[in-house]
């Protein structure tokens, strides 16, 4: 914990704010990475408002605010990086000459929350995985959409963020069959992926259903069943899985797990993965 007598503590304006978010958002190169610190910083200054006289920037707060997040529900891991995009915000404001460097200081020493146990993951079963692809209904925009999402994470073993930016124009034929290409990913590290024959069958299900022939591969979807939107977020690619996941009793599984188990699958038995049956 910060001393309880550490009273360093400063207003600033909204157009300041602004201008630190920014710079805090320019500094991060991953969009997964930017869309955390954008929501921490944005739900950090209502959290502020909301408390009447608490208006000034302090560790006390940024503590008090720490707390509350983990009250509300919100993981260890997601509470710590709300709290390292205000270190972070801080830090360019004392960069700037807009926070004293006493302030950043104070906030730097607040603590993240300590993660009590991590999750072992591990891959699903080829049972378990046919089982899964088959749940979304396909007699539906949006489960022809899921269950290609679905294949495409398994199938090609890409992070949410790639499912997220994943283009018709990624997806390409060569003399070896259907590739991703040149798809850039965590790290800004390019890479080439095959795409199985099942995978591309369900990508084209959706692609023809939804008239998608250039842009993002993956579209909202709204409760009339009709593509709203350009594209859609990491985190409703975590929340598809995790719903679906959860359909057939398996409520720990989260992308992660997909992943895991095509590169177990991939090393095992190629032969078998490029013939998975989805009904």
Same mark, same amino acid.
């Given at each position: 914990?910060?001393?309880?007598?550490?009273?360093?503590?400063?207003?600033?304006?909204?157009?300041?704010?602004?201008?630190?978010?920014?710079?805090?958002?320019?500094?991060?190169?991953?969009?997964?990475?930017?869309?955390?610190? #954008?929501?921490?910083?944005?739900?950090?200054?209502?959290?502020?408002?909301?408390?009447?006289?608490?208006?000034?920037?302090?560790?006390?707060?940024?503590?008090?605010?720490?707390?509350?997040?983990?009250?509300?529900?919100?993981?260890?891991?997601?509470?710590?990086?709300?709290?390292?995009?205000?270190?972070?915000?801080?830090?360019?404001?004392?960069?700037?000459?807009?926070?004293?460097?006493?302030?950043?200081?104070?906030?730097?020493?607040?603590?993240?929350?300590?993660?009590?146990?991590?999750?072992?993951?591990?891959?699903?079963?080829?049972?378990?995985?046919?089982?899964?692809?088959?749940?979304?209904?396909?007699?539906?925009?949006?489960?022809?959409?899921?269950?290609?999402?679905?294949?495409?994470?398994?199938?090609?073993?890409?992070?949410?963020?790639?499912?997220?930016?994943?283009?018709?124009?990624?997806?390409?034929?060569?003399?070896?069959?259907?590739?991703?290409?040149?798809?850039?990913?965590? #790290?800004?590290?390019?890479?080439?992926?095959?795409?199985?024959?099942?995978?591309?069958?369900?990508?084209?299900?959706?692609?023809?259903?939804?008239?998608?022939?250039?842009?993002?591969?993956?579209?909202?979807?709204?409760?009339?069943?009709?593509?709203? #939107?350009?594209?859609?977020?990491?985190?409703?690619?975590?929340?598809?899985?995790?719903?679906?996941?959860?359909?057939?009793?398996?409520?720990?599984?989260?992308?992660?797990?997909?992943?895991?188990?095509?590169?177990?699958?991939?090393?095992?038995?190629?032969?078998?993965?490029?013939?998975?049956?989805?009904?």
């Amino acid at each position: 914990m910060v001393d309880a007598t550490d009273s360093t503590s400063i207003a600033a304006s909204p157009d300041a704010i602004e201008r630190l978010t920014a710079l805090v958002l320019d500094s991060v190169t991953s969009p997964e990475s930017k869309r955390i610190y #954008g929501r921490g910083i944005g739900r950090f200054m209502a959290w502020l408002q909301s408390h009447g006289d608490a208006t000034d920037f302090t560790a006390t707060a940024v503590e008090a605010f720490q707390s509350n997040l983990i009250e509300s529900g919100l993981s260890p891991s997601a509470t710590n990086m709300y709290v390292t995009a205000i270190r972070r915000l801080v830090m360019k404001g004392a960069e700037t000459g807009v926070f004293p460097s006493e302030l950043a200081s104070a906030i730097g020493r607040v603590k993240g929350v300590r993660r009590e146990s991590v999750r072992i993951r591990n891959p699903l079963t080829m049972f378990e995985l046919e089982k899964l692809m088959s749940t979304p209904n396909t007699g539906t925009l949006k489960g022809k959409r899921d269950r290609a999402l679905l294949a495409v994470l398994i199938g090609c073993g890409l992070h949410r963020e790639e499912i997220a930016s994943l283009t018709i124009e990624h997806v390409q034929w060569q003399r070896s069959g259907w590739i991703i290409r040149d798809l850039t990913g965590r #790290g800004q590290r390019v890479r080439s992926i095959g795409v199985p024959s099942w995978v591309k069958r369900a990508v084209d299900l959706w692609t023809i259903a939804a008239a998608i022939r250039t842009g993002r591969v993956f579209r909202a979807v709204n409760k009339g069943d009709r593509v709203s #939107g350009d594209g859609i977020t990491a985190q409703s690619v975590f929340e598809t899985v995790k719903h679906y996941a959860a359909r057939i009793g398996l409520d720990y599984v989260a992308p992660a797990d997909l992943r895991l188990t095509y590169e177990r699958m991939i090393r095992k038995d190629r032969v078998a993965f490029e013939q998975v049956r989805i009904s």
